[in-house]
């Protein structure tokens, strides 16, 4: 048996549950303290222990992850983005109608790029995250093709970040988007993007699945 097939045995079903929720609010929360922390060494000598033992403590089976984007599954869950139990995930949630979607997310100092900024790449992964909520459908997976962004101005940290997406045409495959990101009512992020919908041969090469 490989490796990989003998990790893939020793998984277990993924199962969402409030605790698991909570251990990804906890480690949020975490890593917002301990990117800002003026705590002396003994105090970070300590922290560090005991998030070794906690750590040894979560090792062992894996989940095995699902396809699934329904409400509860472990890619709702685990989003890199949006991800309601992903330790580092911001929290940006977008809600879909037919042609574009939107949400809000205050982005915190773990993601800071110049000195009270957002980094300019979690901007694109924020842009990027939220065309590919209204490019992809359960009957319509999808994937960027091309993303081009323009920076207007700097995103600032803490503050209620509005992210715009419009699906401006479908073109066989390809789908046109445009999105923005919005500060105090300036956008700072303007972006064009082309995503491709997938075939089953595109799933079963890219995902090993049809």
């Not at 969402?16 to 705590?39: C, H, I, K, N, W």
């Not at 890619?75 to 983005?81: I, P």
Request: one cysteine or more.
């Amino acid at each position: 048996m490989s490796g990989d097939s003998a990790a893939e045995a020793a998984g277990t079903d993924w199962l969402p549950s409030p605790e698991r929720q909570e251990l990804g609010e906890a480690l949020r929360r975490l890593l917002d303290a301990a990117v800002q922390t003026g705590a002396e060494p003994a105090v970070l000598s300590a922290a560090a222990a005991a998030i070794d033992e906690v750590t040894a403590r979560l090792a062992g089976p894996v989940v095995r992850p699902d396809f699934s984007t329904e409400p509860g599954s472990y890619r709702s869950h685990m989003s890199l983005v949006g991800g309601l139990s992903h330790p580092i995930a911001p929290q940006l949630d977008i809600a879909v109608h037919e042609h574009g979607g939107a949400g809000e997310v205050v982005v915190g100092k773990l993601f800071e790029g110049g000195p009270g900024l957002v980094h300019g790449g979690v901007v694109a992964l924020l842009i990027d995250h939220a065309m590919g909520c209204v490019a992809a459908r359960p009957d319509r997976p999808a994937m960027t093709v091309r993303l081009a962004l323009r920076y207007l101005r700097p995103t600032p940290l803490g503050v209620p970040l509005t992210v715009s997406v419009s699906l401006d045409q479908v073109a066989g495959r390809q789908l046109h988007l445009s999105a923005t990101i919005a500060a105090r009512g300036d956008i700072t992020v303007e972006a064009e993007a082309v995503f491709l919908a997938l075939t089953s041969e595109n799933l079963a090469t890219v995902f090993g699945r049809r």
